[in-house]
């Protein structure tokens, strides 16, 4: 009965898995509908799947908006795949941030008695990024309204982009001028590069995912949330020293005394992410500085740091809270990036070991804990996958009582969750970016009932966005 194409009226009754809206339309039939609708909408939607059980549709406008729905504030708003719920109010993003990580436990981690706690709100709902990383494409992201222009009749260039992948397409990014996640210094940042690489594209060619041949890959800025410091890296293919000089005196004008470091990053990789191999300092120490808390920590280009400088601080004391310390304790941080939850967990237990692959972060971690004199804190390289070294390295540091884990977004490697029931230690606190990969290895901790989950609380690290953290407790049963 139904046809692709087809514009049909629904109102939207949910979210459901990987954020898509839902309703259900008078027969009875589901439909999802992709695009920015709010729960409590009355949308009109174009059918572009038909299956037996449910419809798949493209929003396309508002017939009777929600209750929660705002007017988003960026102008890239449904273009830019980064902030897809500023259509919301901040009360229906943390409703809706809250069900996502309960939805997962309970629906992918088979966790059905969990009850998670309310998402804990970011103070700051705009301009609260300490680290933005912009690409630049060869191809620009063209608008529907933009696709028909003749190429040498658009404003701006076709075959030129700085700013975010178009969602889905790592080929295109939406040349952006402005983001309000972003600090003014950044988005100042963002400006002048773009002027300066346009003055210089022969020298400057844009590095293609097609040919790998070209130079400019990434620019990504840091700014410290509390300490206002700002480093810019550019990720080049090779490095051009007089050019890099001369970016440098641009930037030093465009910024003044606010730029403390720039820095060049060279890389060989044939993906898109912008990690260094070799490193060229310009200007300034190479690394910036962040306060978290009591402690101040050296943050280099390839270092991870939490983007949301404030909001690290909840999350750090919810991981404290949860954690429950006793004096005695021996911790493992795993994932430890630059030392961050290992050093706000030295004061309250006996010593920690932080686990991290990446080089400059280790060596961060380090410093970080010598600034502070903090010698309870052991920090070493090892790739979680490699478990007979994690395995020595227990038997000479102790076996834990707690262990904090924070991987990337894609989760632990079985084999690292095979490790961490291998060591067994009485607590496991998981945090994570991403609830179904929390819901995944959370469920084989419990497999066998080797563990149980105890308490979930999600934190609102990126307010506007469809990201949720959340730090769960695992306790062995014994
Ligand atoms: C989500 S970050 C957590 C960082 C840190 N806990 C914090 O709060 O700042 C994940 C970290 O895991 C590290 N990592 C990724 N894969 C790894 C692996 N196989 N072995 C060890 N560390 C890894 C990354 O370099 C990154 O620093």
């Known amino acids: 009965m139904y046809k692709k194409k087809q514009t049909v009226e629904v109102e939207i009754i949910d979210l459901g898995e990987k954020n898509q809206c839902f309703g259900r339309l ?79 436990l309970e629906h992918i981690g088979g966790f059905k008695e969990i009850d998670c706690a309310p998402c804990l709100p970011a103070p700051d709902l705009l301009g609260y990024r300490n680290k933005m990383d912009f690409s630049f494409t060869d ?28 969602p889905g397409c790592f080929s295109k990014a939406i040349d952006i001028d402005h983001c309000d996640l972003s600090t003014p210094e950044m988005n100042i940042t963002l400006n002048t590069v773009r002027r300066f690489c346009l003055q210089h594209r022969e020298e400057l060619p844009i590095y293609s995912t097609h040919t790998h041949t070209g130079e400019l890959r990434n620019l990504v800025v840091r700014h410290g949330g509390h300490t206002g410091e700002f480093m810019v890296n550019l990720v080049t293919s090779t490095h051009n020293p007089e050019l890099m000089q001369k970016l440098c005196e641009t930037l030093k004008n465009a910024l003044g005394d606010r730029l403390t470091t720039f820095v060049n990053n060279i890389t060989s990789s044939k993906n898109t992410v912008a990690f260094g191999e070799k490193e060229y300092v310009l200007h300034g120490p190479g690394t910036i500085t ?104 227990m038997r000479e540091f102790g076996h834990p009582d707690v262990v904090i884990t924070d991987p990337p977004r894609a989760g632990m490697n079985p084999k690292a969750v095979k490790m961490l029931l291998k060591m067994a230690p009485p607590t496991i606190i ?12 959370g469920q084989m901790l419990c497999e066998d009932r080797a563990y149980r989950l105890v308490e979930c609380h999600p934190v609102d690290m990126f307010p506007q966005t469809n990201h949720v953290e959340s730090v769960a407790r695992f306790e062995r049963v014994d």
């Not at 933009?146 to 992948?165: M, R, S």
Request: glycine share 6%; proline share 4%.
């Open 26 to 104: 008078e027969d009875g039939i589901a439909i999802f509908v992709q695009g920015p609708a709010a729960v409590g909408d009355v949308v009109q939607a174009e059918i572009f799947k038909i299956k037996k059980k449910y419809l798949a549709a493209r929003f396309l406008s508002v017939v009777k908006p929600s209750p929660h729905r705002i007017d988003p504030v960026c102008r890239y708003f449904g273009l830019c795949g980064g902030c897809k719920w500023q259509h919301m109010d901040y009360t229906e993003q943390l409703r809706l941030k809250r069900k996502q990580v309960q939805d997962a």
């Open 139 to 166: 191809l620009r992201y063209l608008t529907s309204e933009e696709i028909d222009i003749e190429p040498d009749q658009h404003e701006k260039p076709v075959d030129f982009a700085l700013g975010f992948h178009a």
């Open 290 to 393: 962040d306060r978290l808390g009591d402690y101040t920590y050296r943050i280099s280009a390839n270092s991870f740091f939490q983007t949301n400088t404030t909001q690290a601080e909840t999350l750090y004391n919810q991981i404290l809270d949860i954690a429950r310390l006793k004096p005695e304790d021996i911790v493992y941080d795993l994932f430890c990036g630059t030392g961050s939850i290992a050093l706000f967990a030295s004061g309250h237990c006996r010593k920690v070991l932080g686990v991290e692959v990446v080089e400059s972060s280790v060596n961060d971690a380090r410093e970080n804990a010598k600034r502070h004199e903090v010698e309870n804190c052991e920090f070493i390289r090892i790739d979680l996958k490699d478990i007979a070294d994690i395995e020595a390295e």
């Open 430 to 441: 998981y945090v994570s970016c991403n609830p179904a990969s929390l819901a995944r290895d």
